[in-house]
Every structure is written in structure tokens, then in C-alpha cells.
């Protein structure tokens, strides 16, 4: 059945924004957010061997405070970093890395998280002329408006007409 497909009939399709769509003070509001439940934080916390009580075990983190477990800030970061893939990386390029990650309040099931970014710097690549090198500042609320984190994320970003960068 394989055989059957014609793969050029499937065009390639640009998606995300090229470096010259980036300006400093640029500002982006990700799409509508995640709810993250605490099935979503049982599956994240076992697959990465995190087995703090305070992310799994209810009655554990009721007794330092908390009204139930926390969630994995990893997973909280994976889920913002996500959010912004669509407006900020998806044209390609690779992830160079995250600085003054910072976890402003602890998450809980049933939090929806929403985030935005603000382009701090925009630059030319000096070793690849398809490329520039953006960094976004990027910030998540819940759902009552409260920051709870925030970083800066510097990714290659192809340029207009430079396909996709390995």
C-alpha cells in the first residue's frame, strides 16, 4: 500500500516566521495555552525518573502548603517552550540554548498556563549566511494573570527564501 503514494504530491509548506520577521521590542502572544492535569505530571515525572514527592505524592505536598502536588517544573517549561515553537522556532533552525530560567510560583493540576515573548536581540550569524540568530524573552501566566515563569531563549532562525537550516 506504501508503494501507492505519490510523496510529491505532498508539497513542502513554509510555517513560522523567517529572521527578518523578527525586530527587537517585536512582541508574540502563543496560542490559546495548556492545561496541564496531574495525568500529565504522573506520565512526565515517571518518564523522566523524577520521583520527587512533592510532584507525586498529594498528601506529601499538602503538608509543605501546597493545595496538591506541584508539577514538574520541567514539565511546566517543556509545555511554555512549546507554546512558542509555532511563532518563534518552526521555520527551523536549532535550539542554542536558554539563560536566567527563572520559576516565579508553583503550578498545579488543572493550572492553564498561557505565554508570550518579546524578540531582546536580533543578529546575522557569522558562520551561516542562511541564517540569523534570534533571542526572545518569554514569559508564562496561569490563569489568574500570576507569572509563574519566565527565561530567555536564543535559537537559528532562517532567513526569507533560505529553506530550512540543518
Known sequence: ???DIDLDSFP???????FEEFTV?????????RTLTAGDNAVFSTATCNWNPMHLNAEYARAHGHP???LNPMLV???VVGLSVEDLSESGGPFLGMEDVTFHRPVHPDDTLTASSTVVDT???DSRPNVGIVTWHTEAHNQRGELVLDYRRTNLVAKRGEGRVA
Not at 513542502?12 to 523567517?18: A, F, I, L, T, W
Open 1 to 3: 500500500m506504501a508503494d
Open 12 to 18: 513542502v509548506v513554509r510555517k513560522g516566521n523567517q
Open 25 to 33: 521590542g517585536g512582541e508574540f502572544t502563543h496560542h490559546w495555552g
Open 68 to 70: 496538591d502536588v506541584v
Open 77 to 79: 517549561l517543556c509545555t
Open 123 to 125: 543578529r546575522e550569524s
